[in-house]
């Protein structure tokens, strides 16, 4: 570039920078950085994040640190969206007691802990599973005059629903909306989630009208949650009609989605009360499954397939079972 005369500019190094930190080619990031100290430019913040965050994917804070101080010895100007950049960094990697350090120097420095800061703490902590350290974080902002977001509730909530905590996930969900902020799509698929995997599918279903009725569309992840539930209670016909919902809601159905509901099928099949007739519908059920899992090249788990064919052997068709999954597999490997 400078070879046709033309001198590179802060946009220009952005760029480069950029795109050589997303294809892990930090060293020759480092070179573009050298080129801007040699025209008399300084790391701007978003080559700060960009650095900061191609050094964190060793997961080591030493490497962070040094990255950070290099960039400031460059010319960086230090203010709160770069402190904020480092803290985020840090407890991201659930690294809080670093972060904590930093924002003691931070606040040393004459800037002020804002939402971001806060938030950056109370996920690292919750990222450690230290939701209780993370709640003291919280209960410190208002007293500092900083307001939480719905980012820093979907944090606790998530933290929390990790935990299996949901009666005080309800409680805080309920505090939020007190306070006068409205839950998004996060929200809704954190407690749908939450409440699904202790087992709690009747508060899921309930959280889940309340999501549709705002005008959300949960992610295929949360579907699969509440599919799960009405599975693991042999709800299969709830189970296929929520497969529909989601399709039509525009939610693509994944492996994960078809393993639940085949191996919902053939365990409903196993049951001994089940007649001739409604072990019969639970097969085609099967097929159909797995029919539309080849339609969409998406390949079935071990545990699946060994379902179909324990299925299939009890009603005398092992052979016919092997078969269509080795022509499933074969089919995908294409």
């Known amino acids: 570039m400078q070879n046709c005369g033309l001198k590179p ?5 952005n760029i480069l920078i950029r795109g050589l930190c997303k294809a892990g080619e930090i060293d020759k ?9 040699i025209l008399g430019l300084s790391p701007t913040i978003a080559i700060h994040r960009f650095l900061l965050d191609a050094s ?47 924002l003691e120097d931070m606040t040393r420095r004459g800037f002020s802990a804002d939402t971001v800061t806060y938030n950056a703490l109370i996920h690292g902590y919750c990222t450690g599973s230290h939701v209780k350290k993370a709640f003291a974080v919280y209960s410190q902002m208002l007293p500092n005059g900083v307001t939480p977001n719905i980012v820093t509730y979907n944090i606790l909530l998530n933290g929390l629903s990790t935990a299996g905590l949901m009666k005080e996930a ?70 296929r009609e929520l497969l529909k919902e989601m399709q039509l809601r525009g939610s693509s159905p994944n492996s994960s989605t078809y393993d639940i ?6 365990d409903l099949s ?14 085609a059920e099967v097929k159909k499954l797995l029919s539309e899992m080849n339609d969409k090249r998406l390949i079935p788990s071990e545990t699946t397939v060994y379902n179909i064919n324990r299925l299939f052997a009890k009603r005398r068709k092992k052979f016919g079972a092997q078969q269509f999954s080795k022509g499933l597999f074969k089919r995908n490997n294409i």
């Not at 962070?64 to 402190?83: D, K, P, R, T, Y």
């Not at 509901?261 to 053939?266: M, R």
């Open 270 to 283: 196993n049951q001994p009360e089940l007649d001739r007739a409604s072990k019969v519908s639970c097969l």
């Open 261 to 266: 509901l085949i191996s919902g099928w053939c």
């Open 170 to 239: 309800d409680e805080l969900f309920h505090l939020m909306k007190e306070k006068g902020l409205n839950p998004n799509a996060s929200t809704y698929d954190t407690l749908i989630s939450g409440h699904g995997k202790i087992g709690n599918n009747r508060e899921s279903v309930k959280v889940y009208c309340e999501m549709i009725a705002k005008g959300f569309v949960p992610t295929t992840g949360t579907y699969n949650v509440l599919i799960n539930g009405f599975s693991k209670v042999e709800k299969m016909v709830q189970a």
């Open 9 to 13: 500019n802060y946009i220009t190094c």
């Open 29 to 37: 990031a480092m070179n573009v950085l050298n080129e801007m100290r």
């Open 56 to 102: 964190s994917r060793n997961g080591r804070a030493d490497d962070i640190l040094l990255m950070h101080e290099h960039l400031v010895s460059a010319g960086l100007e230090l203010n709160q969206a770069v402190f904020n950049t480092l803290i985020t960094v840090l407890c991201r990697l659930g690294m809080t007691l670093k972060a904590v350090s930093v």
